[in-house]
């Protein structure tokens, strides 16, 4: 079965940072690019950002580049994420998710398939 599972979630105070790890089983993640995507409370899901099998990035939210930093760890099949500078404004539900394009990053932050179950971030004090 062809499936991702994100990690890495959690509480995390405003400023702080984090590491969201998306973890692939049935197909091998290096061969297709990888999409994380977060859905806010009352609001519907956004893309956030795709990396693509050669590590070209895909930003959907140009508003948080310099903040996040995306990467491949092919050996154990993974896709991170990782958070910096957190305010409340990105406490959502985080989801990693594969690309119908294959290894190239879609325009659209819908083109995906399978999807993770999701990571809950919170940013409070």
């Known amino acids: 079965q062809e499936q991702l599972v994100e990690s890495g979630g959690g509480l995390v105070q405003p400023g702080g940072s984090l590491k969201l790890t998306c973890t692939a089983s049935g197909f091998t993640s290096s061969y297709y690019a990888i999409g994380w995507h977060r859905q806010a409370p009352g609001k519907e899901r956004e893309g956030v950002a795709c990396?693509?099998?050669?590590?070209?990035?895909?930003w959907y939210d140009d508003s948080l580049k310099g903040r996040l930093v995306l990467s491949r760890d092919n050996a154990k099949n993974t896709v991170s994420l990782e958070l910096f500078n957190l305010s409340g404004e990105d406490t959502a539900v985080y989801f990693c998710a594969r690309s119908r394009s294959g290894p190239a990053c879609p325009l659209s932050a819908n083109w995906y398939e399978p999807w993770g179950q999701g990571t809950q971030v919170t940013v409070s004090s």
């Open positions: 990396i693509g099998s050669y590590e070209d990035i895909k």
